[in-house]
């Protein structure tokens, strides 16, 4: 006993400093607390508040900025909402339980995607994603409205299990020419679809994905939504509709119309 006695008082001033820290959180010895109503540190900011170490205390850290999605009302959040809105994100993703499903699902991202990762995401885009030349406040703002998002659908249940599958599309050399949308829409428009993955290769006219569904940007003429009618009378004639475009007319052969719908709508031509 009286070798276990020494040996004990050893091995408790070693962990002294690590007993006296279990119940505390570590945040508080360099950041003021605030929002003290909205719960602990990690509800808005996460990390790992057990330890003193800032390495370990801040990984997966969400920055202040990023973090205002978790405050009712932010008026950050806010406007990242309207910036969704106003640039129609949800023609190609889903956030908030609402969007279509050509791109990732925002409200499912995979483990280990980062509030930085999601901004710097936006500032440089993947193939096929406009470049909206968004400014670094905006950019924080959007975050925001994905995370939001993100735990409003986790909130209501909607939340599904394990990650969002994701659909690859490879290109197989010259295959994708014949495709009736390359043909007549390809050199001046993109657009993104499920089945037959990424379209076109120019940037002058808009990027088209999603073009009729609820979700694209209402500029059709009288500034309504897009329908297989409104495309049709507008490939015959854009310049009748909109005097100052600088789209000419597209001339289609008889079944072409019904193929360059299929494309839009992923169904079969009729």
Known sequence: MAVRFPLL????TLLAPFSAHAGKVSCLDCHPSHYRALGSCVACHRGD?????????HHDLVQGRFAWFAVPGAASTRRGRDLME???????????GKGNRLAADLDRLPAGSTAQGIFEAIGAPALLMPQFHFDERQKPELVNAVLAGA????RKGERREGESPQVVHFLDGDAGRDNIFEKRCGACHRVLTRTRGGLGRGSIGPNLSGLLTEFYPK?????TAWSSAAL???LENPRKIREQTQMRPVPLQPGELAKLLAVFTERAPQ
């Open 9 to 12: 008082i050893a091995l408790a």
């Open 151 to 154: 735990r409003e659908t986790a």
């Open 49 to 57: 508040p057990r330890s003193g170490r800032i390495r370990i205390a």
């Open 86 to 96: 106003t640039y129609a994100c949800r023609r190609c993703h889903t956030s908030a």
């Open 219 to 223: 500029t059709a003429a009288g500034g």
């Open 232 to 234: 049709e009378k507008w």
